[in-house]
């Protein structure tokens, strides 16, 4: 017999991307035989650590951000 794929995901909490990602890995049929691992994690705190600068801190992805948001909980 073989074996289910293993996935992986390492959810940042307060994103809502990662909130997508998590709503389809529930819903899709694409998914339903996978073996899925979820980690909670807090990005700022992974970013900080890392010396890394957010995307939102970035002055061409503030203007385009804010655009995606109707588009995600649509």
Do not use: W
Not at 63 to 70: E, G, K, V
């Amino acid at each position: 017999m073989a074996q289910k794929p293993k996935l992986t995901l390492f959810v940042d909490i307060v994103s809502p991307f990662a909130y997508m990602a998590f709503y389809v890995l529930q819903r899709s049929q694409a998914f339903k035989q996978v073996e899925i691992t979820y980690i909670p994690i807090f990005l700022g705190g992974v970013m900080k650590a890392c010396d890394n600068r957010p995307p939102i801190t970035i002055t061409s992805k503030q203007t385009n951000f804010p655009a995606h948001l109707p588009f995600l909980f649509h």
